[in-house]
């Protein structure tokens, strides 16, 4: 996303751009994301891989188009080439974008990194089997806008994939007080509760934009493994998929 997108949030371009190249250090800032990776991935496979009747050994999204709005230092954009996808990736920060080419580069992956936004893909009328905004949502200055240009980003019958938080007490104590000012996994600041999605508004943003829910979970932190899972608990970080119409 550009400077120009009503999207884009100025305050958190500056926030996220003091990451520099610190996003592909798993005991950095980015630590959570790191961690999370995996499952979001795997739930994504089997989704696409389930929805567009594939198999979902080897290369499972191969052949499909990949979209990764906001995606910061590569972390996703990567997993999904590695899983066959043809992958253009999105981010309104530099420094962001210029470590993820140098990682996607060092890691030999082929990944359409752009400085651009959901708003200039659309008004050019570009079309994704799959279209990914993983932690992104609660970042944006319009939610409500922004998930409808998101999803008119999924081709008829392709997916539109979602990870955000919710905005509940257990929140603000877990990922606000938890997560910044005791564990330290991110920088003070990095969330502001009051911008977190429920459930219940997310999905009538996705229903209104024409992709209407077909998969959610929610995913939790087990602590005695130091990894995250799926689970029936959205109360705090949960993920959504809808279908394209």
């Not at 590695?82 to 890691?107: C, F, K, M, Y």
């Amino acid at each position: 996303m550009t400077r120009a997108s009503g999207s884009v949030d100025q305050a958190e371009v500056a926030r996220f751009g003091q990451f520099g190249g610190h996003w592909w250090d798993k005991n950095g800032p980015m630590r959570a994301l790191h961690r999370m990776n995996p499952v979001r991935v795997a739930w994504i496979r089997a989704r696409a891989a389930s929805h567009f009747e594939l198999s979902n050994k080897g290369l499972p999204l191969s052949g499909l188009r990949a979209l990764d709005i906001g995606c910061g230092g590569g972390l996703l954009a990567e997993s999904l080439a590695r899983l066959g996808a043809d992958v253009t990736a999105i981010d309104p920060t530099d420094s962001a974008l210029e470590a993820a080419r140098d990682h996607a580069a060092q890691s030999g992956l082929i990944i359409d990194y752009r400085s651009t936004t959901a708003e200039a893909l659309a008004a050019d009328r570009a079309q994704f089997d799959i279209v990914c905004a993983m932690e992104v949502i609660e970042h944006v200055i319009d939610p409500r806008s922004f998930v409808a240009t998101a999803c008119s980003l999924a081709r008829p019958g392709g997916l539109f994939f979602s990870a955000t938080l919710n905005r509940t007490l257990k929140s603000f104590g877990l990922a606000i007080l938890g997560a910044e000012y005791v564990l330290r996994w991110v920088p003070a600041g990095t969330h502001q509760w009051e911008k977190f999605v429920t459930p219940d508004e997310l999905e009538d943003a996705m229903e209104n934009a024409g992709a209407p829910v077909v998969d959610r979970t929610g995913v939790v932190y087990t602590p005695i493994l130091d990894a995250w899972r799926l689970s029936p608990d959205m109360g705090v970080n949960y993920m959504m998929a809808g279908a394209r119409e």
